[in-house]
C-alpha cells in the first residue's frame, strides 16, 4: 500500500508557508499556515510598547557601558580589610532569617492544614483562608519591612515580622498543595473510630507530609537570607543597610566585600541545606 508524500520545501517556505501533503490517490492537501510570524509579530510590538513606556534606550546603554565596566572592577576586587564591619550586620541577617523562617512555618502548619480541600470540607472558609494566604503571599518582604518599621521603628524586630509573614505565604501554599496529594485512607480510617479533625491529621496525615514541609522550610530560609540583606534599605536593620550606605559613599570595593559574604554565607547555607534534605527525604 502506496504511503502519503510529504513534499520537502526549504525551511523558509516551511514556516511562511503551508506544507503541502501529497495523498496516494494524487490530491494535494495544505496545512494550515504557521502562526509563527504572527506571533513574533505580536512579541515585537509588545517588545517596542515596553521599552517605550520603561524609557528603555539602547543609546544610553551603549554610551553608558564604559560606567558598568568601572564598577564591576571595583566590586570584583572587594577591600578584605572592610569585612570586620560587615561581620555585625551580618550576625544580624542570619538572626533575622532564622527567627523569621521558624515563626512562619510554625504558623503556616496549622493554617495549611485547614486550607486544604481534602482535610477541610467546609467550603467558605476554605475560601476565607485561601484568600488570606494568597493576599499575604502576593506581597514582598521588603514592603512588610517598610510597614513594620513605620508600626515597630526601626531594627532587626521590623524585619524579622517581615520574614515571617513573607514565610507565611510561601510556606502555606506550598505545603495545603502538598497536603492535598496525600493518601487519605489512614485519615479518613482514624475519623471513623471517633477522632477528630486535627488527631486524625497528627496520625495519619503528619507522617506523610513531613519531609515535604522541612523541605519547604529549608527553601524558605535560604530565600530569606537573601532578602533580608536588603531589608535594611527601608531601616529593617541587616545587610541592607550597610550596602545603602556604602553605595552613597560609592565604595564599590566595600560593597564587593559584601556581596562577596552573602554569596559564600548563601553557598554554605545551600549546602548544609543539601546535606539535610539527603536525610530527611
Same mark, same amino acid.
Given at each position: 500500500?502506496?504511503?502519503?508524500?510529504?513534499e520537502?520545501?526549504?525551511?523558509?517556505?516551511r514556516?511562511f508557508?503551508?506544507?503541502?501533503?501529497? @495523498?496516494?490517490?494524487g490530491?494535494s492537501v495544505?496545512?494550515?499556515?504557521?502562526?509563527?510570524?504572527?506571533i513574533?509579530?505580536?512579541?515585537? +510590538?509588545?517588545?517596542?510598547?515596553?521599552a517605550?513606556?520603561?524609557g528603555?534606550d539602547f543609546?544610553? /546603554?551603549f554610551?553608558r *557601558?564604559? %560606567?558598568l565596566t568601572v564598577?564591576?572592577?571595583k566590586?570584583?576586587?572587594?577591600?578584605?580589610?572592610?569585612?570586620p564591619?560587615?561581620?555585625?550586620?551580618?550576625i544580624?541577617?542570619?538572626?533575622?532569617?532564622?527567627v523569621?523562617t521558624?515563626v512562619?512555618? +510554625?504558623?503556616?502548619l496549622p493554617?495549611?492544614i485547614?486550607?486544604s480541600?481534602n482535610?477541610?470540607k467546609?467550603?467558605?472558609?476554605l475560601?476565607i483562608i485561601?484568600?488570606i494566604i494568597?493576599?499575604?503571599r502576593? @506581597?514582598?518582604?521588603?514592603v512588610y519591612a517598610?510597614?513594620?518599621?513605620?508600626?515597630?521603628?526601626?531594627g532587626?524586630?521590623?524585619?524579622s515580622?517581615?520574614i515571617?509573614f513573607f514565610?507565611?505565604?510561601?510556606v502555606?501554599?506550598m505545603?495545603?498543595?502538598?497536603?492535598e496529594t496525600i493518601?487519605?485512607?489512614?485519615?479518613?480510617a482514624?475519623?471513623?473510630?471517633?477522632?477528630n479533625t /486535627?488527631?486524625?491529621f497528627?496520625?495519619?496525615?503528619l507522617? %506523610? *507530609? /513531613?519531609p515535604?514541609?522541612f523541605?519547604n522550610?529549608?527553601?524558605?530560609f535560604?530565600?530569606?537570607?537573601?532578602?533580608?540583606?536588603?531589608?535594611?534599605?527601608?531601616?529593617?536593620?541587616?545587610?541592607?543597610? @550597610?550596602i545603602?550606605e556604602?553605595?552613597?559613599?560609592? %565604595?564599590?570595593n566595600?560593597v564587593?566585600? *559584601? @556581596?562577596?559574604t552573602?554569596?559564600?554565607?548563601v553557598?554554605?547555607i545551600? /549546602?548544609?541545606?543539601?546535606?539535610?534534605?539527603?536525610?530527611?527525604i
Amino acid at each position: 500500500m502506496a504511503k502519503n508524500k510529504v513534499e520537502k520545501v526549504p525551511l523558509f517556505d516551511r514556516i511562511f508557508k503551508p506544507e503541502v501533503i501529497t @495523498l496516494e490517490n494524487g490530491h494535494s492537501v495544505a496545512r494550515p499556515k504557521s502562526r509563527v510570524p504572527l506571533i513574533l509579530a505580536i512579541l515585537f +510590538v509588545a517588545i517596542l510598547i515596553a521599552a517605550r513606556a520603561t524609557g528603555f534606550d539602547f543609546n544610553i /546603554l551603549f554610551n553608558r *557601558i564604559n %560606567q558598568l565596566t568601572v564598577i564591576l572592577g571595583k566590586i570584583f576586587n572587594p577591600n578584605w580589610s572592610f569585612f570586620p564591619k560587615v561581620l555585625p550586620p551580618l550576625i544580624g541577617t542570619i538572626k533575622m532569617s532564622i527567627v523569621g523562617t521558624v515563626v512562619g512555618c +510554625v504558623v503556616a502548619l496549622p493554617v495549611s492544614i485547614f486550607a486544604s480541600s481534602n482535610i477541610n470540607k467546609n467550603k467558605p472558609t476554605l475560601l476565607i483562608i485561601r484568600f488570606i494566604i494568597s493576599v499575604v503571599r502576593s @506581597l514582598p518582604a521588603i514592603v512588610y519591612a517598610y510597614f513594620f518599621v513605620l508600626v515597630f521603628g526601626l531594627g532587626t524586630f521590623a524585619g524579622s515580622l517581615a520574614i515571617a509573614f513573607f514565610t507565611f505565604g510561601i510556606v502555606a501554599k506550598m505545603l495545603y498543595e502538598n497536603i492535598e496529594t496525600i493518601d487519605m485512607g489512614p485519615y479518613e480510617a482514624m475519623t471513623s473510630f471517633g477522632a477528630n479533625t /486535627l488527631e486524625s491529621f497528627w496520625t495519619a496525615c503528619l507522617p %506523610q *507530609i /513531613l519531609p515535604q514541609f522541612f523541605d519547604n522550610c529549608l527553601y524558605c530560609f535560604e530565600l530569606n537570607v537573601r532578602n533580608s540583606s536588603i531589608l535594611g534599605y527601608v531601616g529593617a536593620g541587616g545587610l541592607g543597610l @550597610l550596602i545603602n550606605e556604602r553605595v552613597g559613599l560609592r %565604595q564599590y570595593n566595600d560593597v564587593g566585600m *559584601i @556581596l562577596l559574604t552573602i554569596f559564600v554565607v548563601v553557598m554554605t547555607i545551600d /549546602l548544609v541545606n543539601d546535606y539535610i534534605r539527603s536525610k530527611i527525604i
